[in-house]
């Protein structure tokens, strides 16, 4: 049985204002895609890592890129139109030796490795686990002509990051329900609790930021430098 990683890096960027997919995009000497790499390259409770890539870029993907250094990889393969039809792209390509899987937006450069260690962990006692911030300011619920319903408790309220950690077996049965019933889903661990689940919750301990468009590489660059002072 093993443990992996399946970074989702299949989006095509629209908002990202270019022609390279913001997976490609570089930030300080290699591109985004290749940092989350890293990051579970260095995991040793990590056997594999899986890549669910741009339908176009597959058949380049080795040509353009130099894997050598990246020996948990072990396989790679097209995305779908959503990026829940690539998740269940990238599962139903894995192994059925599988045990447990990371799943990741590989424009989230900075996951803590301590934090994915404790999301591994917590999911092997209670099937998946989640990276997770906790809300800091107080939410309003709001109706459609953006007046506030009601307050929300911010200490129930926590924003979901990836990684996010499962049994193999419990978030591919998510994922083929998810298709079945024509639903939509905007994380992995929501097709989990479709199916009456628990997920347990990992505080993130550092800024883990989704790169959306070109102020968010700023910021990423902004990250990298302080964190090579550390």
Partial sequence: MSTAALIVAAGRGVRFGSETPKQFALLGDKPLLFHSIEIFQSLPELDEIWLVLPKESVTRF??????????????????????????????????????????????????????????????????????????????????????????????????????????????????????????????????VERLGHPVGVVASPSPNPKITNRADIRFAEWLLSEKGRE
């Fill in 62 to 191: 080795e040509r353009r890129f130099d894997l050598s250094p990246y020996t948990k990889i072990a396989g790679f393969g097209p995305g779908g139109k959503r990026r829940q039809d690539s998740v269940l792209a990238g599962l139903m390509a894995m192994p059925e030796r599988t045990e447990i899987v990371a799943i990741h937006d590989a424009v989230r450069p900075f996951a803590a490795p301590e934090a994915i260690s404790k999301a591994i962990a917590r999911a092997r006692k209670v099937g998946a686990a989640i990276l997770a911030r906790p809300v800091v300011d107080t939410p309003k619920r709001c109706d459609a002509r953006g007046r506030v319903i009601e307050t929300l408790d911010r200490r129930e309220l926590w924003l979901a990051e990836t990684p996010q950690v499962f049994r193999y077996e419990l978030i591919r049965h998510g994922y083929e329900q998810v298709t079945a019933d024509r639903a939509e889903v905007t994380d992995d661990a929501a097709a």
